[in-house]
């Protein structure tokens, strides 16, 4: 077993490939994703999934649509109740404004509940830079931390690791005796954790939804240490990405409600944690100081460049439990800290350093099955077709695709040159068939990889139209 | 879906879009096509100027190189229709059907006069087992199979167009066919057109489970709508030497394809000579 830190600026082919060879990965996605696809199912249909879907997509659409408003709405809220709002445009905004917040209140430990939002604009390095100390709590969040790793799923960062590689980490990590008991396991981490929670004066958290009418943050977390986070240290930083936000409690427990059942197949988390600014006088506990952090990072453009839809993802990973593509080669080889159909879709959009990013959107078959999952009902599929004609555009297609591509419509187009080239393949390959017993089992230059792994059958000797103008013509004699 | 005509009368003239690969790769899919079509009472019209719907172009992201080949189409059979000629336009692929009724909508959206036109066309065009059980309402077929038969859902034809009831309930029709139940026969085969060439370890990965299911489910043929799934199932299958093989269902539904009880060969008239071993040998 690997344990080294996964490089995720390999080139993407070198990332699928060794994804493909990987076979501990391939046991843990299929032991995970067909597990939580199977439970979301249930869940969905323990509800009008239907309306369910439909009333979070009117929902989100309307955020969309009532987007600078709300986001006010937020801002004032948020400072009524006596926090602070700040606005982060590109990742080191946020990483300039988050080291600020901590240098200010003398801050030296940071304990960090699960956050997509920071991995993307990587603020723990910036924190580490800083002088800072940065614990993980949540569980998965932990794991790959002590190994080094990036996450690979949206909803379970640790997808990738079987229970065997667990283990091994905090055998070596932090001496735990050997055990494959998840019991044993959880515990020693929880031991190590809750001395990190006791000291650390800043909590940092993600955002799940974020309560316009109320500036109420909200976190929906199964472990516990979402509220920890959110309550023990003195300081609070919430950070959110701008599209997180819902307009009424309402709202909010109508996503909570998409969130649980599509995500892990459960009917309500076990924590629903929600924050509406700092400890006020009276309260028992909170935080003495709140912050909220606003990030951008490129997702006013998507709405401006047409994949807006996008941005009513509610991330709950229903869409990478069903992805075919993902369940064979898990988040990493997406080299993005978004993987999966909605990974494909986001990351060419916001400003994230993938490498080889133009080729995300050409990992998928477009089978539609995230679609069909997507408790928000987003058109995944179309939208990878619709970025693909933006590589295409942007002179991203490499010149001998361009050249196959103009010669296939230029002979479609003309009844002509298509029959003569199918009389044409139809002599090349079945003289190529015949010498391999039948089938072509090798095509050489660009179809290659077809007949590494699988059979073709030669062009038929006589197309359906000829066959078909014979009928005619054999009628016509009979007349 | 898309919102399909609907017909007073049956119709009783249909043009065959046979698709690109049908035709030049595997005629007797069109061939059983039309038999269908034509034993159940529909005269069946075949545009020779047909080519390519477009759809490689277009999923590659090439739309300015597929754009053409969809004006062509329209301007092809929409007309046809329009003059009354027929009265419908029928496909034996889920995939193609998609392309013309549904993304010919984003595809051509620009260009001027064919939005309208294309929707024309698209509420007219069907794929096969769509139009044979909710346009013609066709409830037996007069088909024999013996053999253990399963079902592959194509995705086009399942998440786009929403179909699975129809072909499912035609192979229930099937006389003598003995069903098993196919594991994640609703999960993609891998192909996805380029995909299977460009991501070709993606593509083979996803088409081993598939393999995997259906030599699980010891089915001897998989009948499904698209000779693309077909063409790759088949290629998994035949070069790992597996014995079940992908059939289109208008072949099924046509008779085209039998897998007989193998029956075993007469005796030989002599004693076989008794089988010597090594140890023998003196
Ligand atoms: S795109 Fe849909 S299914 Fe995928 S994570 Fe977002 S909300 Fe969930």
């Known amino acids: 077993m690997s344990t080294s830190a996964i490089d995720l600026s390999l080139p993407y082919k070198k990332r699928v490939d060794d994804a493909l060879h990987n ?114 709590t949540d569980l998965g969040e932990y794991i790959i931390q002590l190994a080094g790793e990036p996450p690979s799923h949206i909803v379970a960062p640790v997808i990738h690791r079987r229970v065997e590689d667990i283990a091994a980490i905090f055998q070596r990590e932090l001496d735990m005796p050997p055990t494959l008991d998840p019991q044993v396991i959880c515990g020693v981490a929880r031991g190590v954790l809750r001395k990190e929670f006791l000291s650390a004066e800043m909590g940092i958290s993600g955002c799940n939804f974020a309560i316009a009418e109320t500036g109420t943050c909200c976190i929906v977390t199964n472990e516990g240490n979402g509220r920890m986070t959110s309550t023990l240290p003195r300081v609070y930083v919430v950070v959110m990405g701008l599209e997180k936000l819902v307009p009424t409690v309402e709202d909010a427990f109508l996503q909570y409600q998409a969130l649980c059942r599509s995500s892990t197949g459960q009917q309500c988390s076990v924590y629903l944690s929600m924050t509406s600014g ?7 506990d909170g935080p003495e100081e709140f912050h909220l952090v606003l990030l951008d990072n490129g997702r006013l453009d998507m709405l401006a460049k047409g994949y807006g839809e996008a941005l009513c993802c509610i991330r709950c990973g229903a869409c990478l439990n069903v992805c075919p593509v993902y369940r064979e080669i898990g988040g990493h080889a997406y080299g993005s800290t978004y993987s999966g159909p909605i990974g494909a879709v986001i990351s060419p959009n916001i400003h994230l350093e993938v490498t080889d990013v133009d080729k995300l959107p050409y990992a998928s078959s477009l089978c539609g099955a995230c679609r069909d999952a997507c408790p928000v009902q987003i058109d995944l599929p179309r939208m990878l077709l619709e970025l693909r004609r933006d590589v295409v555009e942007a002179e991203g297609a490499t010149l001998f695709d361009r050249a196959a591509m103009q010669g296939f419509s230029k002979m479609m187009q003309s009844r002509s040159s298509y029959e003569s080239a199918g009389k044409l393949g139809s002599l090349a390959s079945n003289v190529l068939a015949r010498l391999s017993g039948g089938n072509l089992t090798f095509l050489p230059g660009p179809l290659s990889p077809w007949t590494a792994s699988r059979d073709l059958p030669p062009l038929a000797r006589h197309s359906f139209r000829e066959q078909w103008q014979q009928r005619r013509a054999a009628r016509k004699q009979i007349v | 879906m898309a919102d399909k005509r609907t017909y007073s009368s049956p119709p009783r003239r249909v043009a065959l879009f046979v698709t690109c690969m049908v035709d030049m790769i595997y005629p007797e899919v069109g061939v059983a096509t039309v038999e269908l079509l034509e034993r159940h009472g529909v005269e069946v019209v075949f545009p020779l100027e047909q080519t390519c719907c477009g759809q490689p172009a277009f999923n590659a992201g090439f739309w300015d190189e597929a754009r053409p080949l969809a004006r062509r189409f329209v301007d092809i059979f929409e007309p046809l229709l329009r003059t009354k000629q027929i009265d419908a336009v029928v496909a034996p692929s889920g995939s193609c059907t998609a392309m013309t009724s549904h993304f010919y909508r984003q595809l051509l959206a620009e260009e001027p006069g064919y939005p309208e036109r294309a929707a024309l066309l698209a509420a007219a065009t069907f794929e096969l087992t769509e139009f044979l059980v909710d346009v013609l309402g066709v409830e037996g077929v007069d088909a024999q199979f013996t053999g253990r038969l399963t079902y592959h859902g194509c995705c086009h034809l399942l998440r786009e167009l929403g179909i699975d009831r129809q072909p499912r309930a035609l192979l229930q029709q099937v006389d003598g066919a003995e069903w098993v139940a196919l594991n994640g026969a609703e999960e993609c085969c891998g192909f996805g057109g380029l995909f299977a060439v460009k991501n070709s370890g993606i593509s083979t990965a996803m088409g081993n489970r598939k393999v995997q299911n259906l030599v699980r489910s010891d089915a001897d043929v998989v009948a499904l709508c698209d000779v693309s799934c077909m063409t790759h199932i088949n290629g998994l299958l035949s070069r790992q030497g597996e014995r079940c093989r992908a059939v289109h269902i208008a072949q099924v539904l046509a008779n085209q394809v039998d897998v007989r009880p193998r029956t075993l060969p007469e005796p030989p008239a002599q004693p076989l000579e008794k089988p010597r071993r090594w140890q023998d040998t003196t």
């Open chain 1, 23 to 136: 076979q501990q990965l391939k046991v843990a996605l299929d032991r995970a994703t067909g597990r939580m696809a199977g439970q979301r199912v249930a869940a969905m249909g323990a509800v009008d999934a239907p309306r369910l879907r439909a009333q979070v997509r009117q929902m989100k659409e309307h955020v969309l649509r009532t987007w600078p408003e709300l986001l006010e709405q937020l801002e004032t809220q948020v400072t009524a109740n006596g926090g602070h709002v700040h606005w982060a445009k590109e990742a080191a905004d946020l990483q300039r404004i988050v080291v600020e917040i901590a240098r200010k209140a003398n801050v030296q430990k940071v304990v960090k509940a699960k956050s997509m939002a920071t991995e993307e604009v990587h603020l723990n390095q910036a924190l580490q830079r800083a002088g800072l100390k940065v614990v993980e």
């Open chain 1, 278 to 284: 700092p400890r006020k006088p009276g309260d028992v």
